[in-house]
């Protein structure tokens, strides 16, 4: 087998990308997207490596009897749902495997058992942030049967989501399945203003030009809206004009802010913030039982994007954690506080660890909202928080007092050192909550390592629905 070789290929299985994974007779592994399993296919040869290949899908010769037609006009071509074409009790069986191969493989873990993934409710409009991108590199869709993008010369003013593996390009939308009906028509709207005036857009290439980011999130349970235009600078003649239609348009807008960002990296984060009218942040609540928190989220907050599932999530952990009124639980990465308020009420204290300070000020202001009166939040990097504990020769040090504690990483995981230092600790219960099962698997194997925990359970939580990404609860008993 050479690059550019042609060959028919059954599907038998998707990776942890959402690829699908086929087998030569001989064993050769080759991952092609846009294939299901089930499907037979024929494939083109575009990367052939020693032990794997990928593949460009050419034909389906046979299609897989769980393919369904798409909703969304676009898929295929933005990096967004890569499977919505797969019938959604296959997505939650393919989840569920992803988390029980990491562990297996990646984690080393035998006889793990792993539960099917909790589903979502709504597997459509179920986000409640959104983060478009404007761009002066503007692709389509050419041929829908093709699922392939374009380039397009009009005007050349994109605003909307990235074509797969193409950090500039972007796919010019008017509608996404993934957020409420007007945050398409705020969208719209937004792409129109600034199009019509030939405002210019920021280039990774001269970095130079206004127009970043537009952030638009949408709370479930309180129905606040906060829009974030993200720009290289202030224009307030432009801004002050834009939030006059927009206030007149669609007056359940309850703010809109105006963040300024001169990084030269893409990440929609502003170092600045203006708030054009409004608050400059909404709120969310989350519910438990009948009991209900309500949660500040200003522009740059965390929290996670899917209200309902995230509900499901923190049950699912309170349920892992076996609380009692005793319990000291050390929160790490606890972002604005959901968790941490979310437990208070089971545990005698919590206190939260986190590295971004608008984050712990959030956390601060959340608990007073929620008059949580047993909890604190430490500003401080996690690892270096952790060694200053642990280095501690004092019997008063807090670290002593904790018994319980929760992990809530981002995608990348824990650093080494940390891993290292939580293998020799002893707490009761650790409960790590991840959105990636494989940093997840690979930092349990060594916090394990010395024998002092034991995996004790697991559970997957659908909170992307059409995606390939999964939630993932596990608890770490003490041996």
């Known amino acids: 087998m050479k690059k550019g070789d042609e060959l028919i290929v059954d599907i038998v299985n998707l990776n942890s990308k959402g690829e699908g994974i086929s087998r030569t007779d001989e064993g050769y592994v080759i991952f092609t997207e846009k294939a ?78 792993v539960p099917t993934a909790l589903q979502s409710d709504d597997i459509f409009f179920y986000r409640n942030k959104m983060e478009f991108s404007f761009s ?48 398409n028509d705020i969208l719209n709207f937004v792409r129109n203003f600034f199009k019509e005036r030939n405002v210019s857009i920021y280039s990774t290439r001269t970095h130079k030009g206004f127009l970043r980011f537009l952030i638009i999130r949408q709370s479930r349970n309180t129905n606040d ?6 720009t290289y600078d202030y224009d307030n003649k432009l801004i002050d004009e834009l939030s006059g239609e927009l206030q007149n348009l669609f007056p359940d807008i309850t703010s809109f802010v105006n963040s300024i960002s001169q990084r030269k990296a893409q990440v929609a984060i502003g170092d600045e913030t203006r708030i054009v009218f409004g608050n400059g942040y909404i709120y969310e609540k989350l519910l438990r039982g009948k009991e209900e928190f309500k949660f500040k989220i200003s522009p740059n907050s965390f929290f996670q994007t899917n209200t309902a599932q995230t509900e499901k999530l923190y049950s699912t952990a309170l349920e ?8 000291n639980v ?50 401080s990097d996690i690892k270096d928080y952790f060694l200053k504990l642990k280095e501690s020769e004092s019997k008063e040090d807090i670290y002593l007092g904790f018994n319980k504690l929760i992990l809530d990483p981002p995608r990348s995981g824990l650093h080494p050192k940390l ?45 992307f629905p059409q995606t390939y990404h999964i939630e993932n609860v596990v608890s770490l008993k003490s041996n």
């Open 136 to 183: 002066d590199d503007k692709w389509l869709e050419s041929k829908p049967d093709k699922q392939t993008a374009v380039k397009i010369d009009d005007n050349n003013f994109a605003l909307g989501l990235h074509v797969p593996k193409f950090h500039s390009k972007i796919v010019d939308l008017e509608k996404c399945l993934l957020q409420s009906g007007i945050s």
């Open 225 to 230: 809206i906060l829009l974030n235009l993200v």
């Open 36 to 113: 299901l399993p089930g499907d037979k296919v024929r494939v083109k040869v575009k990367r052939k490596k020693s032990s794997y290949a990928t593949a460009e899908l050419i034909e389906l010769v046979n299609e897989s009897e769980h393919r369904i037609i798409p909703e969304c006009s676009y898929f295929g071509i933005c990096g967004g749902c890569k499977l919505q074409n797969y019938s959604y009790d296959k997505q939650l069986e393919y989840k569920t495997n992803v988390v029980r191969n990491a562990f297996e493989r990646i984690g080393k873990f035998s006889g793990v058992l």
């Open 330 to 379: 050390l929160d790490l990465y606890c972002g604005a506080g959901t968790i941490a308020i979310y437990i208070a009420d089971f545990v005698n204290k919590v206190v939260g660890v986190e590295i971004l300070e608008d984050a712990v000020l959030n956390a601060k202001e959340n608990a007073d909202i929620n008059g949580i009166k047993n909890s604190e939040f430490v500003l």
């Open 320 to 327: 892992f954690a076996d609380f009692t009124k005793t319990d």
């Open 419 to 463: 891993c290292d230092i939580l293998s020799e600790t002893n707490f009761e219960k650790i409960v790590y909550v991840s959105c990636n099962p494989v940093t997840q698997a690979r930092d349990l194997e060594l916090i394990c390592k010395n024998g002092n925990y034991q995996l004790e359970k697991i559970q997957p939580v659908d909170m």
